[in-house]
């Protein structure tokens, strides 16, 4: 082989190699960019989640979910996905809910997650273990 054919041989297997690493480095942009319009797009729902609820909420009671948000954020975002459901189906009739009506919702939620602990104590056990002996 000559100095010309191996020249245009790797030139040919150069350009190759470009056009693998430029048609794998478009997935890595497209997806980036899938990312950025995900995040966008949830950042667009908690946006109209939060405006929703402003407006379905007095200020109090906005402030005293805020709070319960901030300590327990699971149950936080329960009642305020009760709150949004009820809304939807019309249950408020179009006023605001108030502090009084935001406790009471609380009250319902924590009375259905409450757990209950019981304790089972083995007399039998017990009496086996005597400090008599």
Known sequence: MTD?????????????????QAGQSRPAGIDSNDRNSAEEQRQKQEDMRNTMLSSLLTQEARARLNTISLTKPEKGRMVEDIILQNARRGAFGGGKISEEQLIGLLEQVSKATEKTTK?????????????SD
């Open 4 to 20: 010309s054919e191996l020249d245009a041989i790797r030139a040919k297997r150069l350009a190759e190699l470009q056009q693998q």
């Open 119 to 131: 304790v089972n104590f083995d007399r039998r056990r017990a009496a086996l273990d005597s400090d």
